[in-house]
T-cell receptor, first 117, second 113 residues
Framework: AQSVTQLDSHVSVSEGTPVLLRCNYSSSYSPSLFWYVQHPNKGLQLLLKYTSAATLVKGINGFEAEFKKSETSFHLTKPSAHMSDAAEYFCVVSFNAGGTSYGKLTFGQGTILTVHP | DAGVTQSPTHLIKTRGQHVTLRCSPISGHKSVSWYQQVLGQGPQFIFQYYEKEERGRGNFPDRFSARQFPNYSSELNVNALLLGDSALYLC????????????FGSGTRLTVV
């Protein structure tokens, strides 16, 4: 079984300050991990993905995430928040079992990021 | 290149009716998945199709069905609509059946009254 827990339902930061969105996962097998962003009334956009290569993953718009197997974490960070970063962020896990993946993505409950001027 | 396109964008149906939602994947993508996103929650997996075969099904009742056509487009059908089926229905496509990072469409907002 697989699951993902986003530790904060809401995060509020000031523009220009760092962003940290926390995510812990549970997976019986080697996971693939993703962060998606959803702006109001929009679909989901892929920010970055981890698929067993480098543990520090760089994504779009200055975001990055570090896979820590010992802590089963995949936290999303950004050095300096911008007003346009305000959105809902989803941590997502999938896994490959014996080389087979049925493409099922398991989403966390989401973290709403608010950026204050 | 066109992204994942879904139609219609919004839909209002009455309880007990049937609905069909449509999805066209990115050109060259052979895998299509469907997700339901209820307001305030993360998306929940409904189905995955790859090369016109069902490869996975989430915990949804038999009122939900889907299919994939030879051109890899897909339909999601929901029968006997309930108020609780009101949600944003998202379609996602990927080049192959492994998860390389799905590209999502903007969704169909279904309201059941």
């Amino acid at each position: 079984a697989q699951s993902v827990t986003q530790l904060d339902s809401h995060v509020s930061v000031s523009e220009g300050t760092p962003v940290l969105l926390r995510c812990n996962y549970s997976s019986s097998y080697s996971p693939s991990l993703f962060w998606y962003v959803q702006h109001p009334n929009k679909g989901l956009q892929l920010l970055l993905k981890y698929t067993s290569a480098a543990t520090l993953v760089k994504g779009i718009n200055g975001f990055e995430a570090e896979f820590k197997k010992s802590e089963t974490s995949f936290h999303l960070t950004k050095p300096s928040a911008h007003m346009s970063d305000a959105a809902e962020y989803f941590c997502v896990v999938s896994f490959n079992a014996g080389g087979t993946s049925y493409g099922k993505l398991t989403f966390g409950q989401g973290t709403i990021l608010t950026v204050h001027p | 290149d066109a992204g994942v396109t879904q139609s219609p964008t919004h839909l209002i149906k009455t309880r007990g009716q049937h609905v069909t939602l449509r999805c066209s994947p990115i050109s060259g993508h052979k895998s299509v998945s469907w997700y339901q996103q209820v307001l305030g929650q993360g998306p929940q997996f409904i189905f995955q199709y790859y090369e016109k075969e069902e490869r996975g099904r989430g915990n949804f009742p038999d009122r939900f069905s889907a299919r994939q056509f030879p051109n890899y487009s897909s339909e999601l059908n929901v029968n006997a609509l309930l108020l609780g089926d009101s949600a944003l229905y998202l379609c996602a496509s990927s080049p192959r059946d492994r998860t390389y990072g799905y590209t999502f469409g903007s969704g169909t907002r279904l309201t059941v009254v």
